[in-house]
């Protein structure tokens, strides 16, 4: 069966019979979609009939508003898929101009389309086929070579569970009207409105978000699109997306899903953004958790003279397979920790090294655990080389860096038995770049021959993982010695606390210290693999044996030989 990286799925069953069968569409689909899935909402339509059926406006009611999220919902379970709900021909009350008929542009013409039409003898009846392919051609930028499936009955038999069909599906807009509302009752549409997020690695609670606020705009929607302070609370924030790549998903979705509307895309760099301050917005969607931030925008508004904006109260889309530690909704920061121990960027090539040995340069800023994970490491059969011991080695007298040292700093550094006091040497450097790089051009190369010495001992011992531990493996240009940097994060705050309970250092001092270093964010942006010791033991555990478990895969797949 042939696999299509963009199709189009024109659904054409009445939204009531259509949600029970959604889970078996959509894996059907998933089997021939391996990419982005544009989905087309035509209740009603018929492709078995002489006459060429053509688009016609679907009203945006709340039974349809509640679909779009069943069916985001539902696609949770094929994250492969970017799926894209198209709402050009679903229209509020208010705003229901008669559609142009022409063709919209797709980001990613579809290869495919697809449809859950059922033919009288669940054949893959050709007349009916054309029928889709014009019918999507007609309505859509699509690939010229455009194939068809009738997907049933792929999806299963028509025959479901007694009472399953008009079972409404839960609310999308929370909470409902006092009074209650039926499914079928219009939702009223506005020209302005607005929306706010960090829309890290867009997913299927986002676009229900967006969704939403597309069809409730007519004319404008201000999007506003979280950045610097606002990011700091972020858990994992070193793996943020950068915000012109977040803009970048963002734009190509809402233009693909609604590009009648006008988007204006803003960085959001307070609480309040545009909402808080635009008289001409009407409108503004929040989720439950963000519900609270939407009454304090219009407070704000309040006190400024303006009038109140609508709030719109989305339900957040529960993730049904979330991990231990992971959050039980769709959320950007739960996909964020499965990046924990993935590779993120490819290793680089060091045919300097013989064949089957494989090096990692295992980093981090202070107290952020890199030791820990050291020892982990060693455990599931690595061989550990400590820069900070070698760093030992180096200044012991005899030491291949302790004559040097003495020569650049002098007789007044040494111990009465001639040992190098490290903390007069420290408080002499700390602070002076000038005699920080006197020291570190006189450190560095020593310690990186002592460990390619440690290297060929790991050699000798048959060993075939080494890691290189070393606070400063990026400052010092290590990272040339290694096949992957590997990365521990945690929050700064975090690592003051470590610190201070360490070392026994004041939190002023702690930060001081970390100041001195490269960042987590500088880090990981040269890293290959990022690890985190925020929670238990345990968990770090789990994520050192995945990232060593697809390292040693990795290793299998590299060639053997020149």
């Known amino acids: 069966m042939a696999v299509f990286r963009s199709g189009l799925l024109v659904l054409t069953t009445p939204l009531t019979s259509l949600a029970p069968r959604l889970a078996p569409i959509l ?39 509640d679909f779009i999220t069943h069916f ?44 859950d039409f059922q033919t009288l003898d669940g054949s893959q009846y050709n007349p009916a086929k054309q029928q889709l392919e014009r019918y999507a051609t007609s309505c859509y930028s699509c ?17 479901l569970p007694v009472g399953s069909l ?35 690695r867009l997913h299927n609670a986002h676009k229900v978000l967006l969704s939403v606020a ?40 809402l233009v693909d899903i609604k590009p009648s509307l006008t988007f204006d895309i803003i960085p959001l760099l307070d609480p309040y953004g545009p ?25 704000f508004r309040l006190e400024n003279d303006l009038e109140e904006l609508t709030l719109y109260q989305i339900q957040l889309l529960k993730d049904l397979n979330h991990k231990e530690n992971e959050e039980d909704k769709v959320s950007s920061s739960s996909f964020r920790q499965q ?92 602070g002076n770049k000038k005699q920080l790089k006197i020291l570190t051009d006189i450190m560095w190369p020593v310690i990186a021959k002592l460990a390619r010495e440690e290297m060929e001992q790991a050699m000798a011992e048959g060993k075939q993982v080494c890691v290189i531990d070393a606070a400063m493996l990026l400052e010092a240009g290590w990272q040339n010695m290694v096949h992957e940097v590997w990365t521990v994060v945690i929050p700064e705050t975090e690592a003051v606390r470590r610190i201070v309970e360490r070392d026994g250092l004041s939190e002023a001092a702690a930060q001081s210290r970390l100041q001195s270093q490269m960042s987590g964010q500088q880090l990981v942006d040269q890293s290959h693999v990022v690890l985190s010791t925020l929670w238990e033991p345990h968990v770090t555990q789990h994520q050192v044996e995945k990232a060593w478990a697809l390292l040693q895969k990795r290793i299998s797949k590299a060639p053997s030989g020149p």
């Open 275 to 299: 909402a808080g301050s635009d008289p001409s917005l009407e409108f503004l969607v929040v989720s439950e958790e963000t519900y609270r931030g939407g009454m304090a925008v219009n407070r």
């Open 339 to 430: 990046m924990l121990g993935n590779l993120l960027r490819p290793p680089h090539k060091r045919p300097e090294l013989p064949p089957g040995f494989y090096v990692i340069g295992l980093t981090g800023i202070s107290g952020s655990g890199k030791s820990s994970v050291a020892q982990r490491l060693k455990g599931l059969g690595a061989y550990v080389i400590d820069s900070d011991h070698l760093g030992h080695r180096a200044y012991a007298p005899g030491g291949p860096a302790y004559q040097p040292v003495v020569k650049a700093f002098g007789t007044d550094i040494l111990h009465k038995d001639g040992i190098i006091n490290r903390k007069v040497l420290g408080s002499r450097v700390f």
């Open 166 to 200: 008009d079972v409404p599906l839960p609310s999308t807009i929370s909470p409902a009207s006092p009074v209650g509302r039926s499914a079928k009752q219009p939702v009223r549409g506005h020209q302005r409105g607005a929306v706010g997020g960090t829309f890290d």
């Open 143 to 159: 690939c010229p070579q455009l194939s068809s499936v009738l997907l049933y009955p792929d999806y299963g038999p028509g025959v």
């Open 72 to 115: 985001y919902a539902g696609a949770d379970v094929h994250r492969h898929l970017d799926v894209r709900i198209l709402l050009t021909n679903i229209r509020t009350k208010s705003f229901l101009p008669p559609l142009t008929g022409s063709v919209q542009n797709l980001a990613h013409p579809p290869e495919v389309v697809l449809t």
């Open 214 to 253: 597309c069809l409730l705009a007519q004319e404008q929607l201000v999007v506003g699109v979280a950045d610097k302070d606002l990011l700091k609370s972020k858990l994992l924030p070193e793996l943020l997306q950068p915000y012109a790549e977040r803009v970048e998903h963002l734009s190509e979705f």
């Open 27 to 65: 894996t059907s689909a998933a089997r021939l979609v391996n990419h982005t899935l544009y989905v087309h909402l035509q209740p009603g339509m018929c492709l078995g009939g002489p006459a060429q059926p053509q688009s016609s406006p679907v009203q945006a009611t709340f039974e349809v508003i």
